[in-house]
């Protein structure tokens, strides 16, 4: 691939994203906090934010005030999950470490809240993030990061169809602790088979009545590509 016509990608997180079973929008205080900080925040959340750079927070004020400051000064898009038809709040996720120069973006912030966690919902929002910067803004990578001591959000990352790349050891200071972070990325080449397992995956077909899965992400990416790294 070329890119001797190279030019900066368009900063992603500023427009609605529709899916069937969720729609992501960017964070608005006042339309979204309430009902965010109910979700994801307050008494009986704490463990969201274990592995988060800040958190957990006792009232929505302190959300705010304190998650609000990190978006501001770090540069974050947050996009709020909600649930399509009736709006229900379910979690956020970020596009973070922009660097709109190089075609490249991470996703992190990641909160999801129990009503979201191991969904369909939660897996269609991730893969309209990850469509919205390939697909719709022509980007060349798309990151997740993690502490590495994180084992659901190395797990996640790897279903999603995140390339582990290594650890960074002694990479930050966080909570007054050395933080060792686990790198996992996919490329402009590595989308096309993970959208098509994503499509796959995501439709009807694949549930029961029950809805319960029929087949797992990971085992429809193998199917695809059996040379495909899948953990």
């Known amino acids: 691939m070329t890119l001797k016509d190279w030019t900066p990608r368009e900063t992603p997180g500023g427009i609605v994203l529709e899916g069937a079973r969720v729609r992501l929008e960017p964070l ?3 339309v979204h906090g309430d009902a965010l900080f109910s979700a994801i925040a307050g008494p009986g959340n704490e463990s969201i934010w274990r592995y988060m750079p800040d958190g957990p927070y006792d009232t929505r004020e302190l959300f705010e005030q304190r998650f609000g400051r990190l978006v501001e000064t770090r540069g974050w898009k947050p996009l709020i999950i909600l649930r ?5 709040t379910l979690g956020m996720a970020a596009y973070m470490r922009l660097r709109e120069a190089h075609g490249s973006v991470e996703v992190g912030a990641v909160a999801f809240s129990e009503a979201l966690k191991r969904t369909p919902e939660a897996t269609e929002a991730m893969a309209l993030m990850a469509a919205h910067v390939f697909d ?10 993690c502490h590495n001591q994180n084992e659901a959000s190395r797990r996640a990352a790897l279903r999603f169809g995140f390339v582990y790349e290594g650890v ?13 972070t686990a790198w996992f990325a996919m490329t402009d080449e590595d989308w096309p088979l993970r959208r098509a397992a994503f499509t796959a995956w ?20 193998r199917a695809l590509d059996p ?3 899948i953990d």
């Open 84 to 88: 399509a038809g009736n709006g229900e």
């Open 227 to 229: 040379a495909s790294p």
């Open 28 to 30: 608005d205080w006042a």
């Open 202 to 221: 995501l439709s009807p077909d694949n549930f029961g009545e029950d809805g319960r899965q029929s087949q797992r992400l990971e085992d429809i990416r």
């Open 136 to 145: 719709d803004l022509g980007y060349r990578r798309y990151e997740w990061k």
């Open 168 to 180: 960074f050891r002694n990479d930050m200071v966080i909570r007054g602790a050395s933080r060792d």
